[in-house]
């Protein structure tokens, strides 16, 4: 089955500083790669995600980018604000057979923004 | 109507009792989700059902029973658990399991403690 690793497990920054997250997976089939953020005591949202047919995308301050040879997929925060201070999870699409998907996540980000 | 909402927020029970979380959605998904959340750790998946069948039990205790009434209702019924089944529950829909690129939408969860 997959496995999900993530990077680093805590990471502190001071505000207006970037963050960068890392991931690998080991299923080179699968080709689905969402980030959710997660406040304490809420929900897992989703804030961004990235298919295998593209290398990079953006959505204002948050961008990912993927490295299908290399399997591993990044989150980048840049000019970060302590409201994104969160738990951040990424997780990876693959196939359990007869053409059914799951996610599997990875352990999790905690990530500090400092005023 | 974009969300996911689930019924309890927070439920108390002892170990002898029954109960039932609840879960809705009204985006059309055709997927439905229950994961388990212990603290400081990802989403672990419970159960999949796909068009009101169940596709995947991730060799879940019987002590916990999903159901799907339709497509838009989720139950997943308790009985006689056990003080490590504490965690805060989670249900998520997608469009469908068919595909790879199925974005997972979350409920704000339910917070179980057996005492």
């Known amino acids: 089955g997959e496995n999900v690793e993530q990077h680093p497990s805590t990471l502190s920054v001071q505000e207006g500083d970037s963050a960068v997250i890392k991931c690998t997976y080991s299923?080179?089939?699968?080709?689905?790669f969402p980030w959710y953020k997660q406040e304490l005591g809420k929900r897992p949202q989703l804030i961004i995600d990235?298919?295998?047919?593209?290398g990079e995308k953006k959505d204002q301050r948050i961008a990912v980018t993927l490295n299908k040879t290399a399997k591993h997929f990044s989150l980048h925060i840049t000019e970060t604000q302590p409201e994104d201070s969160a738990v951040y999870f990424c997780?990876?699409?693959?196939?359990?057979?007869?053409?059914?998907?799951?996610?599997?996540f990875g352990k999790g980000t905690k990530l500090s923004v400092i005023p | 109507d974009t969300e996911v909402t689930q019924t309890p927020k927070h439920l108390v029970m002892g170990m002898t009792n029954k109960k039932s979380l609840k879960c809705e959605q009204h985006m059309g998904h055709r997927a439905m989700y229950w994961y388990k959340q212990k603290a400081k750790k990802p989403p672990e998946l419970m159960f999949v059902y796909s068009y009101e069948k169940l596709s995947i039990n991730e060799s879940v205790p019987s002590r916990f029973s999903p159901e799907c009434p339709n497509s838009s209702l989720l139950n997943l019924h308790l009985h006689a658990l056990q003080p490590e089944d504490s965690a805060l529950y989670l249900c998520a829909s997608s469009p469908s399991v068919s595909g790879a690129y199925n974005e997972q939408f979350f409920g704000p969860g339910t917070r179980l403690t057996v005492l």
């Open positions: 299923d080179s089939a699968s080709n689905y």
């Open positions: 990235i298919r295998s047919n593209v």
């Open positions: 997780a990876a699409s693959s196939t359990t057979g007869a053409g059914s998907y799951q996610l599997t």
